[in-house]
């Protein structure tokens, strides 16, 4: 006993101390603002390097880029000044001439200049990706890069341009040539030069070095930080990092708080509890009980802000697996769900009911549509016409319950991965509405997400979860319905339909279908249509994103359940000067709307 | 002379022992090795698709999480299986895990080697706290058992022997760091102290271990309890206890008879539980934010990272065969019975 009472008073005094504050280095007046990165964990182990997926660089605070996009509902290629304070396109998009911070330093003092950025570009050509493919038939791959003077780069776009290279290229990570530089060999530019323009086995052969630099790239670890944000990397442990203020910042005044500490989470529930003891100054938005969220917004201080995130979710049909390969069924389901209700019960904060399913965010759709959009049907829920789409696809009804054609017993398996609790939820209240409908309806959970997504890709499930609307780039929303998943593949630069249950082809619909429109019925290839997005001008876009609307409502791949709410908490009991709702900064990280003058000190 | 030659025997026999347990334990951890390498491999589930939208759920658009995931197909392992296998026990005779894919360009062995501190120490101090409190309270409840003290004491143990680890964690964190917020929801160590032989420092890391060891500590002190007192009342009946009462031992020295030959079989047990709370901690981990072996290996399962996932049933799996050998060396040492029976 007395052991025990010794260890419980050694406890004692070392809670008491770690309550105190010995050891700890002071902050200033600005204080220490608390918060989570909730794109990645924090991994101790990883080197502060931006090419590392889980490195210690967080995006707006010691890792920056040319710029940050803004949240504009359908043009991708609205960005927030950074380390490029502006940038002249020519008209065709073959040419950005980038126009650095005239005061920009890395946090050792010394300038950032054209040098870094061209290291930096060269850097991400060996990781490959949509603006430094090197392949140069590749859409919308960089040609090349020319250092014009110590703060102006100009970059032109391959023959086969895309309506992404602009965007793509602003968000090129930015790394100090004289840390990173070691990294490419002296002769990289002549070797990248062979291998995009040459051929035969000399292009492949330095195509393989560069791509081969990959591994030394992302393992690639500084000895400390040197950074061109707001923010250095002090220190990190596996439970949280802490950044210090860049004194060479070259919007310095505009950075309030002293320092950072970003918070590693392993799951929703310590986010909620953090939010609950009042610890973040802000938190990415995650799913949250009602319960819970009551208590939330109990916490002194605290307040949620929402704003448009271009995305939503959808229940998805295999239509290679009968009966969902009639588009009778798929109405039918459509106008037997109601939608709002499901929304209410699975995501009440974070997603307003779909008005119709069109493929895009209902925001985004109506810009892009306009009165159009009011022209989709709303799919509002109607027994009736379900009724007759049933009948139309040959369904029978024997004893209350809906059979197959053939009078087999039928039961819609909606597939969902058992993390998602949002969409269980969501799965459970459709399998209650279809059964009060007649249709036997269960829900089957995967273990995990991965899983989930391989089986799906496998085309083992009839109907299951599928995020889309992937905005603002009308060519990524449509992508999701009318790309890889529905069958459409890009083989050497051409498009081809491959037959479903095939290289990820799950989804199995036509390659060409026919579409009711103002100006009568026509088939059209959507696959096509999509892949013309990524190229083609804006008012070229606007038609085709018409005709694709009307396709995803009119033949139903999918049923649009619930578009997310871009929804942020705060606490502004140490800081305030968050965004607004509705704000084009809200999907930027603190340490952006630091950059951008929001973030002041709360005066006592 | 006599007396050397009789330890020369006897110091062989240990050697010969402890050879055949290290053995039969290197024999073990290559049957684990083997059975988790395919078994790994055999998970369904494509870590980068997995990856890729995990991201885009998080809002990233399409291009960022592209970018994000592209360079993880150079970690992905090539090669048929068994190539895999051979590379993989060569590696392995040279104590190399291979690349992690979740953390790509960091060795597993290190990231193991970090997230290792973090496990040992709170396990080790919740088994010996627990081992500590319940064998004490196991003592008291079976002296007192007619009393309302003893009956409580097994109330307490039967209750926590039956609550799950991960309900423990819950509840634990419910009270403390929301209804009560007097402890950190989770993390190892406070980043505002300077890591280092400081008084903040080692202050903040017991501050942030008691919620994790007080779990472990609750989650098998109940076991504790019940099985001391079971074995109190067993070795109370036995003649050697009614013998020194008879000889008018003092009270003092019948506890000690009683409480060494009750406690005998709990040393076994504790060298295995040890071993078995490693797993435990995937749970208590995983609560508390606490980032060691338990937590390290349920990401590296949801992210498909095979080097990681058999790097930690690996580390896992030793611990248990070392724990597993300790306790019966242990038990060797410790009760005599074994002893003369070895060397006779």
Known sequence: MKLLAAIAALASIATATACGSAGTESSGQGGIYTTIDGSKQINASAPINPFNPVGSVFDGYNGMALAWPKNDPIDPNQFYPAIARSWDVSPDQSAVVIHLQPDARWSDGKPVTSEDVRVSIGLAYTQGGTAYAIDPKAAGAAASIQVVDPKTIRITQGANKSNMFLSNLLSTDIVPAHVFGQLLPADFWQKLKVAQTGKGPAADRDKNVITGLADKVIAFSPPHDVSAGPFVLERVNPGAALLTRNPYFYDRRLIVPDKVEMLNYSGNEQIWNYLIAGKLDNAPFTSVPSAVLDRIRQVRGSKVISGFSPVSTSLAFNQAHKPYDNVHVRRALAYLINRAQVTKIASPEGGTASETTSGIHAAAAKVWLGQAFNGLDPYRLDPAKAAAELKAAGMTRRGGKWALPDGKPWTVQIHVPAAFSDWVSAAKSISSQLTDHGIDATVVTSADYTLYLTELAAGKYDVGFWLMGLGPSPYNIFQRLFGQANGWQMFGGRLEHVAPGTQGNWMGGPEKVAVAGPDGTTTVDPGELTSRLGYASQDEQKKIVAVLARTANQQLPVIQLWDYVNTQFVNTSRYTGFPPDDDQSLRLSSGVWMQLGMIRKRQA | ?344
Do not use: C
């Open chain 2, 1 to 344: 002379m006599t007396r050397a030659v009789r330890e020369r025997p006897q110091g062989a026999a240990i050697a010969r022992r402890v050879a055949g347990h290290i053995g039969r334990g290197l024999v073990m951890i290559w049957v684990v090795a083997t059975i988790s390498f395919f078994i790994i491999r055999e998970i369904p589930g494509d870590p980068v698709q997995g990856m890729y939208e995990t991201l885009l759920q998080k809002g990233m658009s399409p291009d960022q999480a592209e970018r994000a995931t592209a360079v993880l197909y150079g970690f992905l392992p090539t090669g048929s299986l068994w190539h895999q296998y051979v590379d993989y026990m060569w590696s392995l005779l040279h104590l190399d895990l291979g690349q992690s894919l979740s953390t790509p360009g960091v060795k597993v062995t290190s990231l193991i080697g970090s997230a290792a501190q973090w496990t040992v120490l709170p396990v080790l101090a919740g088994t010996l706290l627990s081992f500590l409190l319940g064998v004490t309270m196991g003592v008291y409840a079976a002296i007192k058992r007619s009393g309302k003290l003893g009956d409580l004491l097994a109330l307490s143990g039967s209750l926590l022997h039956g609550v799950p680890v991960y309900v423990i964690g819950l509840l634990l964190t419910a009270i403390f760091t929301t209804l009560w917020p007097i402890l950190p929801a989770g993390g190892p160590v406070d980043v505002a102290y300077v890591p280092g032989f400081n008084a903040g420092y080692i202050g903040s890391l017991v501050y942030h271990a008691v919620l994790p060891v007080a779990t472990y500590t609750l989650a098998s002190y109940g076991g504790w309890i019940l099985a001391m007192k079971s074995n109190v009342v067993a070795v109370l009946g036995d003649d050697f206890i009614l013998a020194a009462e008879l000889r008018g031992l003092r009270r003092g020295f019948v506890f000690r008879y009683l409480a060494r030959n009750a406690i005998l079989p709990l040393f076994t047990i504790l060298a295995l539980s040890i071993g078995m709370l490693f797993g435990g901690s995937i749970f208590i981990e995983e609560i508390f934010n606490y980032p060691g072996l338990g937590l390290l290996l349920v990401n590296s399962i949801s992210t498909r990272d095979y080097a990681l996932m058999g790097g930690a049933f690996l580390v896992i799996t030793v611990g248990i065969v070392v724990a597993n050998i300790v306790a019966d060396l242990l038990y060797t040492a410790i009760d005599p019975r074994v002893r003369s029976g070895e060397t006779a």
